[in-house]
């Protein structure tokens, strides 16, 4: 094979892209190096790019693992809202999901609503979400559901509904209808054959839409901050919480807050990248 | 044999469209039965109706005896073959064929001794275990096929299941579909738009066209006896000609010509049909691209015929021609292969007397 000869066009294209991927990554890249950085580059000027003395402490300070530190960052550490937060996004993405699968092959294969009701659904995400907060913390104080763990389950289902729903009516449109015809035919009753043969075979955008919307309600900051109060916190609200009186707001603290944040995302995509690969081209039908 | 599938009345309506009209069948045990039109005729309408993935708007399915008209799909007795296959791809093959035991709670020795023998029957054994996305079509319509097989229904639906294969395989497949038709002595019903396929296959083939049945016959009776224009032109590899006549009566003899009298023929024997059917003096000639022969004097009925284009196939040769006079139809007839003709050529042809059909101007129905 011959070099590869690059145009100028080639080098454009790449200098662009390079400039791109550093937009991209420069926050995430900051939020690292802050996490390990100790408190007097936090906010130096010049700014300390690489830090040459990194440290462990601001992670363990809010794992709660810190001694006799002059700032105490935290009533709390952040064990107990990483597993709130989790039990809550964990749980309203189930829920999402369920619903959301069987609403969205309601609307594929039975036009359940006409064209109504899919529209109706996503209407819900069509004004931001502060529109709605107000109305709902009315609603919740009347109910009962402020600073309970159902109460944002159930709003956090609610917010990603629509999501699962259309994400996943897409999927099951792409499902060929005769597959499920046969399974009907080879002595199947309806319900069987959508969990038994339309799940299966829409498996992989299931574990996609799961994903995106797990991201979506563990990373949920504005209904988790109106209705709730001490009873339950999230991941998103300690971080917003480390905040000290004496030093200000704790931007290592912070960002080592926002490291561990990324592993419950990072984790599940890995888990899932086989099918994430594998992608969209899924089709059921070769022809 | 007896009856085993009756159709009564049946129609469906969806909205305004009127997808199948007051049909009317009887298909006998163990028969194998094409449904065969253009696209739009009803015969998927028809076929979804007697499998239950559509409710029939009026009329009655009668499966041995019994209605079936409001039994759901899987009680019917009744197995469908799709064109698209219908495979489970999250599954491999084995599980495929062993799919509707499995939803029947079989024994898993049971099961797995039926999918064996099956697979052996459908040369799958092999590719068991094989990922059913690496499979060719016709391998993939096997599992298909056997899959229903398995579910041993009593009678067999099948919508244009070879339309997604290529010619070889086509053909090939409908070899094996015919000696499993045999083996299992059950009754089919095919759907295809192919003709050559049902005129194959079929037993029996059902003609239909705009909803409405167009003729029920065996596929020799159809070929030669159409009932009307549309299944006159429709079968056949080449469309049937045809031709606008007039009538006369001449020394007692009834001549038909047609509208520049090129031709002339003598169409006495008819007498008797004719005159009771129609009362004008207009008819219409068929005559198939195959019963157009080459005269070599000028006989009585030969005409003189311009040649206009020719298609040599191999075994035949198709020779597009007009009629004195005429232009922008366009008449067909075959030659054997070592007959070349040349374009714009006027050579001397005959209608063979005993295939020439008469139809009613105004009605399309074949008189003779």
């Excluded at chain 2, 099961?111 to 079509?137: C, H, N, S, W």
Aim: contains cysteine; charged residues 20%; neutral net charge.
């Amino acid at each position: 094979m011959r070099g590869t000869r690059y145009e100028a066009t080639d080098y454009v294209r790449m200098v662009v892209f390079i400039i791109i991927t550093i937009i991209v990554i420069f926050p995430a890249y900051w939020m690292v190096m802050t996490a390990f950085k100790p408190m007097d580059e936090w906010l130096k000027y010049p700014p300390v790019w690489l830090t040459l003395r990194p440290t462990l402490d601001n992670l363990k300070s809010i794992l709660g693992m810190a001694k006799g530190t002059i700032i105490n960052p935290a009533q709390s550490a952040a064990g107990p809202a990483i597993l709130k937060g989790l039990f809550v996004s964990v749980t309203a993405t189930f829920i999402s999901i369920a619903a959301g699968c069987m609403a969205a092959y309601s609307i594929s294969r039975y036009q359940i609503g006409g064209n109504f009701l899919p529209l109706f659904i996503l209407s819900a995400r069509m004004f931001p979400p502060i529109a709605v907060i107000l109305p709902l913390l009315v609603m919740y104080t009347w109910v009962g559901a402020i600073d309970s763990y159902w109460g944002l389950i159930v709003a956090y289902a609610g917010f990603t509904i629509p999501f699962s729903v259309w994400m996943m009516k897409s999927f099951i449109d792409d499902v060929p209808k005769e597959i499920e015809e046969a399974a009907v035919m080879e002595g199947m009753g309806n319900f069987e054959v959508f969990y038994k043969v339309t799940v299966p075979i829409i498996k992989t955008g299931i574990l996609v839409t799961a994903l995106f919307v797990f991201i979506l309600n563990w990373s949920e900051f504005l209904v988790a901050v109106t209705i709730c109060y001490q009873n339950v916190e999230t991941a998103p609200i300690f971080l917003a919480s480390l905040f000290s009186a004496v030093a200000g707001t704790l931007y290592g603290h912070q960002a080592a807050m926002g490291l561990i944040i990324i592993i419950p995302t990072v984790v599940f995509g890995y888990l899932i990248q086989k099918h994430l690969a594998r992608g969209f081209t899924f089709g059921a039908l070769k022809r | 044999m007896g009856i085993k599938l009756r159709l009564e009345n049946l129609t469906k309506v969806f909205g305004e469209l009127v997808a199948v009209k007051n049909l009317n069948l009887d298909i006998l045990d163990g028969e194998f039965i094409c449904f065969l039109g253009p696209s739009g005729c009803g015969k998927t309408t028809t076929l979804n109706m007697l499998s239950g993935l559509e409710e029939p708007t009026e009329g009655r399915i009668i499966l041995d005896a019994k209605v079936i008209n409001h039994l759901p799909a899987r009680l019917r007795d009744i197995g469908l073959i799709f064109q698209d296959y219908a495979i489970f791809e999250n599954m491999n093959v084995y599980e495929n064929l062993a799919f509707s035991l499995r939803a029947k709670k079989v024994h898993k020795d049971e099961i797995d001794r039926v999918v064996k023998e099956e697979a052996g029957r459908f040369q799958l054994t092999g590719m068991l275990y094989k990922d059913t996305r690496t499979l060719t079509p016709g391998d993939l319509q096997r599992v298909a096929i056997g899959r229903t097989v398995i579910l041993a229904p009593s009678v067999f639906l099948l919508d244009e299941p070879l339309d997604n294969l290529d010619a070889d395989m086509r053909i090939t497949m409908r070899g094996e579909l015919k000696r499993l038709q045999k083996d299992l002595g059950k009754t089919m019903v095919y759907v295809t738009h192919d003709q050559e396929e049902a005129m194959s296959l079929a037993d029996r083939i059902v003609i239909m066209n705009l909803g409405e049945l167009q003729q029920f016959n065996t596929p020799v009776n159809i070929y030669n006896r159409p009932t009307n224009k549309f299944v006159a032109g429709f079968i056949g590899k080449l469309p049937m000609n045809f031709i606008d006549c007039h009538l006369k009566e001449e020394a007692g003899k009834l001549i038909l010509f047609d509208t520049n009298q090129t031709f002339q023929l003598d169409i006495s024997k008819h007498r008797k049909r004719i005159e009771s059917s129609i009362p004008g003096k207009e008819l219409c000639l068929g005559i198939r691209p195959e019963h157009v022969s080459m005269a070599s004097v000028s006989e009585k009925d030969s005409c003189e015929v311009t040649i206009r284009n020719i298609e040599v196939l191999g075994a035949e040769n198709v020779v597009e021609f007009n009629l004195k006079g005429e232009s922008g139809v366009v008449r067909r007839m075959t030659v054997p292969p070592e007959v070349i003709p040349n374009v714009d050529d006027r050579i001397l042809i005959r209608f063979q007397q005993e295939k020439i059909h008469l139809l009613d101007h105004v009605k399309g129905i074949v008189l003779i």
